[in-house]
């Protein structure tokens, strides 16, 4: 069945970075697009990135583009979201996402403070 695997949340200070990963299984990696989303305590889930299959073209929120890339590694089945400049108002759980389908991770939480 269809799996993602968050990690490498954390603490980081403000102006830090840091790399999420999202390992996916269970279905045909290289023929989907994946998404990374957010939600921080008392709001709703909110959509950070989009990749397409083949790695181009991508979309970003306003509220994170010049400070985060999204990237795909299919022979991994990975999908990956750098993070730079991290803002307190980056912290939240993130998660990845298949679009279309009804699949979450359990996320990973990233916090930004000092």
């Known amino acids: 069945q269809v799996q993602l695997v968050e990690s490498g949340g954390g603490l980081v200070q403000p102006g830090g970075s840091l790399r999420l990963s999202c390992a996916a299984s269970?279905?045909?990696?290289?023929?989907?697009?994946m998404r990374w989303y957010r939600q921080a305590p008392g709001k709703e889930r909110e959509l950070v990135a989009h990749?397409?299959?083949?790695?181009?073209?991508?979309n970003y929120a306003d509220s994170v583009k010049g400070r985060f890339t999204v990237s795909r590694d299919n022979a991994k089945r990975t999908v990956y979201l750098q993070m730079n400049s991290l803002k307190p108002e980056d912290t939240a759980v993130y998660y990845c996402?298949?679009?279309?389908?009804?699949?979450w991770g359990q996320g990973t939480q990233v916090t930004v403070s000092s």
């Open positions: 996402k298949i679009p279309g389908l009804s699949h």
């Open positions: 269970g279905f045909t990696f290289r023929s989907y697009a």
């Open positions: 990749i397409t299959s083949v790695g181009n073209p991508t």
